[in-house]
């Protein structure tokens, strides 16, 4: 979509969605990853492989390096991890921010829906 300060382009992958958004140069200003947990015991496999999807997608931005051969990929982890053990037995929302290299992190939990979003720290 053609914005006056850019454009944003969504993606629908099998696990969720990714949000890039560009600025009017074509630099990216931030990146959005979101999925849905599935409740139960059966939903625990496809939570999991959904979760390693999108921290992998917002570790994009700094090369093709696997997440969890890295300080910030252990970090989002442990992050996302915590966040869902909080928010476990809440219906509110709860994120956390994670700075790493001159870029923020956030992980987000509202009910059943994960975000992590990447933007540069102004």
């Known amino acids: ?38 409740s139960g015991q059966e939903g625990l496999l496809k939570n999991m492989n959904n979760a390693f999807a999108s921290l992998q997608t917002v570790m994009s931005v700094n090369g093709s390096t696997k997440f969890g051969e890295t300080e910030l990929g252990k970090k989002l ?12 037995n809440s219906a ?4 956390r921010d994670v700075n790493f290299d001159g870029k923020r992190y956030t992980v987000g939990i509202e009910d059943r829906t994960v975000a992590i979003v990447v933007r540069k720290i102004p």
């Open 1 to 38: 979509m053609d914005y006056d300060c850019g454009y944003t382009l969504d993606m629908v992958m099998t696990y969720g969605t990714i949000r890039l958004e560009l600025d009017k140069q074509q630099k990216v200003r931030n990146l959005a990853d979101g999925y849905q947990n599935i």
């Open 77 to 88: 982890f442990t992050t996302l991890t915590d966040l869902m053990a909080e928010n476990k």
């Open 92 to 95: 509110g929302a709860a994120t």
